[in-house]
C-alpha cells in the first residue's frame, strides 16, 4: 500500500514538473499545446497574448533575479484573474490565455487586469517596480496555431501603438 501512494507522489511530482513552468508556477507551453488539442474547435472561442512591456530594461537595471520576481508576481496576478481560463507562460516575458468565455466578458476581464497589473506595486529587493502590459486578443478562427499568429500580430499592434494597450483582432 505505501509503495502505490509514493508511486502515485512520484507521478504526479513528474506530470507537474514537465507541465509547469517552474518559476511562475502556471501552465507551461507544452501544457498549453496539449490541452489546446483537445479542446473542440466550438469551445475555444478567445486567444490572448500578453508580453510585459520594457521587461529588458527591468533585467538590464536591477538584475535577473528582479526579473524573475517580477515574473512571478505578474504571473500570479494573471492566474488570480482568468482562474477558469487556460494561462500559460509560453516562455521569456510573454504568457496566453485560451478562453470559452464570450467575446465581450473576455475582452472586459483582459482590460481589467491590463488596468490593474499597471497599478501594482512589485516590492522586491529593496525596489519597488511597476510594469505594464501589451495584449494581443483573437477570436477562435483556424486552428491554435493561426489564433496565436493572429493573436501575436496584435500584441505587436499594442506595441506599435505605445504599449500598456490591449488590440484585439477579428
Given at each position: 500500500m505505501h509503495s502505490c501512494l509514493n508511486a502515485i507522489d512520484s507521478?504526479?511530482?513528474?506530470?507537474?514538473?514537465?507541465?509547469?513552468?517552474?518559476l511562475t508556477a502556471l501552465w507551461n507551453r507544452r501544457y498549453?499545446?496539449?490541452?489546446?488539442?483537445?479542446?473542440?474547435?466550438?469551445?475555444?472561442?478567445?486567444?490572448a497574448i500578453i508580453d510585459i512591456d520594457h521587461f529588458k530594461r527591468i533585467n538590464d537595471q536591477y538584475g535577473h533575479h528582479?526579473?524573475?520576481?517580477?515574473?512571478?508576481?505578474?504571473a500570479a496576478t494573471l492566474s488570480a484573474h482568468f482562474e477558469n481560463d487556460l494561462v500559460a507562460r509560453l516562455g521569456g516575458e510573454?504568457?496566453?490565455?485560451?478562453?470559452?468565455?464570450?467575446?465581450?466578458?473576455?475582452q472586459q476581464a483582459l482590460e481589467r487586469y491590463r488596468q490593474q497589473q499597471a497599478d501594482i506595486i512589485i516590492p522586491v529587493s529593496g525596489f519597488?517596480?511597476?510594469v505594464t502590459v501589451s495584449i494581443g486578443v483573437v477570436s477562435a478562427q483556424g486552428g491554435i496555431e493561426a489564433m496565436l499568429h493572429d493573436a501575436d500580430?496584435?500584441?505587436?499592434?499594442?506595441?506599435?501603438m505605445g504599449r500598456n494597450c490591449l488590440i484585439a483582432l477579428s
Open positions: 507521478e504526479r511530482s513528474l506530470f507537474t514538473l514537465a507541465n509547469t513552468d517552474f498549453f499545446f496539449s490541452q489546446s488539442e483537445k479542446l473542440p474547435d466550438e469551445e475555444i472561442k478567445h486567444l528582479v526579473g524573475d520576481e517580477v515574473l512571478s508576481h505578474v510573454e504568457f496566453c490565455v485560451l478562453s470559452t468565455r464570450e467575446q465581450s466578458t473576455f519597488e517596480i511597476t500580430r496584435g500584441l505587436y499592434q499594442a506595441k506599435e
